[in-house]
């Protein structure tokens, strides 16, 4: 399957495209390799691209004025799309940095191009209120989690969400995400594992 191939069958599968409107983009993803560390976008830069991430995983996160501490916001991991929404809806700079985790290849597409299919195609007006409602729910589920869910119910949310990430990130990046401490996470998998 190529790239466009899997491209299609996730946004097929996310905002039911057809394939009509698949070919109107087709000359607008470019692909973009990433290597671990790599900012896909800064803190304080405007993102001007939406990707969807083929493999790899990235990370958006904040860096405490006070400690310095790196504390990670979003995870981004395979058939997802990677992109900080606010900065690239309203083009204003970013709130936070986004970096890959792994090495990582991506489609992306530029806002300007992502405007002129949402002009010219209802089914790409519709992604792009489809796109807009689950960045909002990621975030309020992301806020909401913090409120109503203990630490544990966030792992297993992230399980759910992210399954192999385990096997691709380091812990402390997943405890960062989380809210928690190493050793808390330690205690969560161990509690977890042994059900």
Known sequence: ??????????ITGFANLTATDMSLSATFWQ???????EFYNKHRSVCKYLGFALDGVFRSYIVDEKSGEEKN?????????????????NQVPCDYHTQA?????????????????YAG?????????ILAQEAFNVVMERTEGFLFRSPEERYLDLIKHHPDIFNTIPLYHIASYLGIQG?????????????
């Open 121 to 129: 195609s209802h089914g790409w007006e519709h992604f792009g209120r």
């Open 183 to 195: 050793p808390s996470l330690s205690r969560i998998r161990k509690r977890i594992s042994g059900r």
């Open 101 to 117: 985790l792994t090495d990582a290849n991506v489609l992306c597409i530029g806002i300007d191009d992502l405007n002129k299919l």
């Open 1 to 10: 399957m190529t790239d466009f191939e899997k491209l299609t069958q996730a």
């Open 31 to 37: 692909h973009r390799e990433y290597r671990k560390g």
């Open 73 to 89: 916001v979003f995870l981004y991991s395979g058939n997802q799309f990677v992109v900080t929404f606010k900065s690239f809806i």
